[in-house]
């Protein structure tokens, strides 16, 4: 990990951007300029597609910017904006992709629930993951020829 763990708590109208490291969570709210503060975005009668509206694009950069800042992090949330935000990442962030280490469904939690679950994640991917580079490392040394 090259900085800090975030989770990114994200639906079409904001996001949170929560770091996940601290004893005390930090946490960055962002607002969809799509917000109308309904709760849901419904389907127009009539409409071709979905009838939804799409992720916002500047709301998109403005996530990026914040989770620039982060080592690794995790993509949650109740909806589809989690997975057109990801979609977003791999299309015109590769250096963020490279960050993204998971997405996962979750309903509305407070600023200290989400920092609690994403250090429960954490643990559990940081573990796993060293357990895999001691095992290749160990898989390396067997293939050193001997002298």
Request: aromatic share 6%.
């Amino acid at each position: 990990m090259h900085g800090p763990h975030c989770i990114l708590w994200i639906d079409h109208e904001r996001a949170h951007v929560v770091l996940c490291d601290k004893a005390e969570p930090v946490s960055v709210a962002i607002a969809s300029s799509n917000a109308h503060g309904h709760g849901h975005v419904h389907h127009k009668a009539g409409t071709m597609g979905s009838g939804k509206v799409a992720l916002d694009g500047d709301f998109a950069k403005q996530i990026e910017r914040q989770l620039e800042k982060c080592g690794e992090f995790l993509v949650v949330g109740p909806g589809n904006a989690k997975l057109e935000f990801i979609r977003h990442v791999h299309h015109n962030a590769p250096a963020l992709d490279k960050k993204l280490v998971g997405v996962e469904s979750l309903d509305h939690m407070s600023d200290a629930q989400l920092a609690e679950f994403g250090k429960a994640y954490f643990r559990k991917f940081d573990r796993m993951h060293s357990s895999n580079d001691e095992v290749l490392a160990g898989l390396a040394a067997h293939r050193q020829p001997s002298l």
